[in-house]
């Protein structure tokens, strides 16, 4: 019963430097997340796809790219990483919309220098 | 603009003592309420989803309540216990977006043995 799977679970960076975050579910839902962690501010949704083919921003998209490539597996870029998006990065997942019970990751620490 | 408010930020209790997690909203347009747990290191885990239309929901020691007009929810838990540490999320699902959560930063719980 794997859930929701991120990769990697750690990574460092330098600046400028870009990277795809990985993410992928089991439980044949519809609806994925991204949203980042940072101290002190609890989740932030950076972006969402409501299903298969579609995405959407949410509340803090600027410098980020996603691609739901199938069913499963919802991507998110980082074209040219700054030190502001270091940051604890967590996919989560629902059957349909937000308002029914999220299936989160483990999420990905990331740090930028 | 909705935001979401957690008092206290960190809790330290001991064993066997109830407890209450406090949970505040600005705009009562809501679908639901949901309160997460997270381990350190670790995901979020859904504990409790309270409707709009419902005024609380249990699952074993823990109790959710869901007043919607004064914009507030409490978690209770009874018979607090060590495997209970751990930062409790709540977060609501707005009216005008039900792909989106808005979550609270976290009040972190600490239950000495």
């Known amino acids: 019963n794997a859930g929701v799977t991120q990769t990697p679970k750690f990574q460092v960076l330098k600046t400028g430097q870009s990277m795809t975050l990985q993410c992928a579910q089991d439980?044949?839902?519809?609806?994925m997340y991204w949203y980042r962690q940072d101290p002190g501010m609890g989740l932030r949704l950076i972006y969402y796809?409501?299903?298969?083919?579609?995405?959407d921003k949410g509340e803090v998209p600027n410098g980020y790219n996603v691609s739901r490539l199938n069913k499963r597996e919802f991507s998110l870029r980082l074209e040219s990483a700054a030190p502001s998006q270091t940051s604890v990065y967590f996919c989560?997942?629902?059957?349909?919309?937000?308002?029914?019970?999220?299936?989160f990751g483990d999420g990905t620490r990331l740090s930028i220098l | 603009k909705q935001e979401v408010t957690q008092i206290p930020a960190a809790l330290s209790v001991p064993e066997g003592e109830n407890l209450v997690l406090n949970c505040s909203f600005t705009d009562s347009a809501i679908y639901n309420l949901q309160w997460f747990r997270q381990d350190p290191g670790k995901g979020l885990t859904s504990l409790l989803l309270i409707q709009s239309s419902q005024r609380e929901q249990t699952s074993g020691r823990l109790n959710a309540s869901l007043d919607k007009s004064s914009g507030r929810s409490t978690l209770y838990i009874a018979a607090s216990q060590p495997g209970d540490s751990a930062t409790y999320l709540c977060a609501v699902c707005p009216m005008d977006s039900s792909y989106k959560l808005i979550f609270g930063s976290g009040t972190r719980l600490l239950v000495r043995p």
């Open positions: 989560a997942s629902t059957r349909d919309r937000a308002s029914q019970p999220q299936h």
């Open positions: 439980m044949n839902h519809n609806s």
């Open positions: 796809s409501a299903s298969e083919g579609t995405t």
